[in-house]
């Protein structure tokens, strides 16, 4: 399937960058992505699956491959940007460009990273970056992510919540600093988009691929190569855990478990795929 990528979006200060940084830190390499970019503000991040380690010890594949996740780093918003204060622009254009939306937030305080607002107020922060999303006309998927960077001292998302209400819905909480709930923030970023894992595993490599949730089995084949929608035959499937419960596809097969499927089969997360065509 065709690239998708979020982007990384906040006001000046509450740790976007350095959030960005720490998950490129776990970049994969570039040369198994056609559309991977040198542009310095865009990563490839690995999905974490361990259904996808456990298929290619079974099959002692020689290649591994995760799904990803593009990153981009888009520039800081401030009030006035849909009206072209400051970078606003340039920000407006590179988030018209992505399918979906982390929302950094910062709810830490460090008197030596000064706030744009000069005061620690998340919901107000948020409110200024969405009235200038509606303004721009842009409304995506978003992921709220609140920094609570544990290097300083802060006010705990509760803390705020008993104060001022709920935060928007869906939300995470990140230290960048430190890695923690970098897992959860790709894995929440990739369910963000209505993505689905379906796997192809064999002694030469074993691969998560991506799909949309409730693609049909020919849809989902074009992940693999354009010409699998049009020349699809038919799919041998097989829930990934099944097939690790059974050992190899052979013991599988006696079994009963991998099933034939035609094209109207909506490809299911988590399903082993041998597509013929």
Partial sequence: MSKLSVGIVGLPNVGK?????ALTKQAVPAENYPFCTIDPS????PV???RLEKLSVMSKSKKTIPAVVEF????????????????????????????AIIE?????????TIHVHNK????FDIEVINFELEQAGIRKPTLYVLN???AFPKVRPWELESKVGPFPSPHIEVDPIFGTGLDNLIKASYDLLGLITFFTTGEDESRAWTTRRGSTAPMAGRAIHNDFKEKFIRAEVINWKDLLDSGSYAVA???????????EYVVADGDVIEFLI
């Fill in 148 to 150: 609570i960077s544990e």
């Fill in 104 to 112: 950094v937030v910062r709810v830490f305080e460090d008197p030596n």
């Fill in 120 to 123: 620690i107020d998340p919901l």
């Fill in 253 to 263: 097969r006696s079994k009963g478990l991998v099933r034939t499927e035609g094209k």
């Fill in 48 to 50: 974490p699956d361990d």
């Fill in 17 to 21: 960058s350095t959030l960005f940084n």
């Fill in 42 to 45: 865009v990563g490839i991040v």
């Fill in 72 to 99: 981009v780093d888009i520039a800081g918003l401030v009030q006035g940007a849909s009206e072209g204060a400051g970078l606003g622009n340039k920000f407006l254009s590179h988030i018209r460009e992505v399918d």
